[in-house]
């Protein structure tokens, strides 16, 4: 099990490691576990351990370039990266995505990160993997589901082979797979990181954010590819959490609450004041929207590659696309109006708490097999989105963390904050994880 990057970055700066030697025991692990894993599409072995020598010649002569040197990345293979084009789990698409860098990629470079290889993710970033792509397997429970498109960043963090990887979120796609593999998945503010040379699901949805197994990790990714000033702190808290007790009782399963009432009584015994509250009017009504707002936006990205290969597509993204022509521009207004009101209410609520704590998903992590035989029903679609879907179209920023084990599998719980203010969200999580040592269990494979 690779260490955590705080961990590797100390350890460099003493000389107790060399991230030469790292590398060479993260590239070891993923083609040990790759496999029967699949995490990974590529695996940049000779450009990973070049950049790893220059960073353990960089750290010998005492050339400091940012708090990522020598760290393994792995990006998911929607970013761009000069090492090989991307294909954004598609079978055509490497074609056409030139092999550069995305600009969050650059920045990772520029703060010395080694980029080590590509993750495995659903097609073109939607909801399921295309047929001739092995799916990623969950490291905690293999017949379970592992999230949806940021699968692959999922189980190449929880499973050791990395300490940090990139996710991208339109839906949910950095929280599901967080909740699932035991681990600190961060939703940015919208914006706050660059997409330029990201492939896109929906543009006014995508964000792009760090996943790790910890929340210093996680934070200190997100400062470089946000771009953070490294003085910049969170604002002082006020030791307030904002729970709809409500809507939770109305829509989340037994085992949820149950998961989710142990995560408040621990915040409460931290000295955080728990407020009850009422999540803004559409939240059910952008989840349940989704979909059309996605199809659309997918459909224009797609366009000019849909006359040459629609062969290509698998049959749910082919549906997607298809979708695309039935939604109707009274449709899109009302769930764009439900955006606004949505998002308005939010800032509203937030100006009195230091972040919102809600679950991921309303239910328990699902087997593989009860996952696809949901995936064609629209209601409950709609109702795995109800915590995730309403954050993206908000723009508000979202940090999963693990929030224990329901019948061995893991779960999640989200801290939604204010926009622009991503810091507060890692300095609550920061009291909790100390409290719970989230980091100190690993799956089977670790």
Known sequence: MIETAQTLAAKYRSG?????????DCLQRIDSLNPQLHAFVRVFHHTARAAAER????FASGRELGPLQGIPVAIKDLATTI????????????????????QLVKL??????????????????FSVHHPAIAAPVNPWAPDHWTGVSSSGSGVAVASGMVPLALGSDTGGSIRFPSACN??????????????????ALAPSLDHMGPMARCVDDSEQMYRVMAQVNPAATAAPLTHRLGVDFARMEQICELPVRELMMRVIGDYRQLGFEIVDIHLPPGQSQLAGGWVQTVAVE???????YQAKHAADYGPVFSFLLSLAAQVNADTLAAIEAARVDFST???TLLGGVDAILCPVMPGPVLSNEAMSLRAPDPVEIARTLEYTAPFDYSGHPALTLPAGFIDAVPNGYQLVGRKGDDLTLFEVARQHEAQQRWVDRRPPTG
């Open 16 to 24: 107790e490691l060399s991230p030469l030697a790292v590398v060479d």
């Open 55 to 58: 960073a353990s010649a960089d």
């Open 83 to 102: 090492e090989a084009p991307s294909a954004a789990g598609t079978t055509f698409l490497q074609d056409y995505l030139g092999a550069e860098d995305a």
């Open 108 to 125: 990772l470079r520029q703060q010395g990160a080694v980029i080590i290889g590509k993750t495995t993710m659903t097609e073109g970033a």
């Open 182 to 199: 035991h681990l600190v998945g961060h939703m940015p503010s919208f914006g706050a990181v660059s997409v330029a040379g990201c492939f």
């Open 298 to 304: 997918t459909a224009r990205v797609h366009a000019p």
């Open 345 to 347: 209410g939010l800032d």
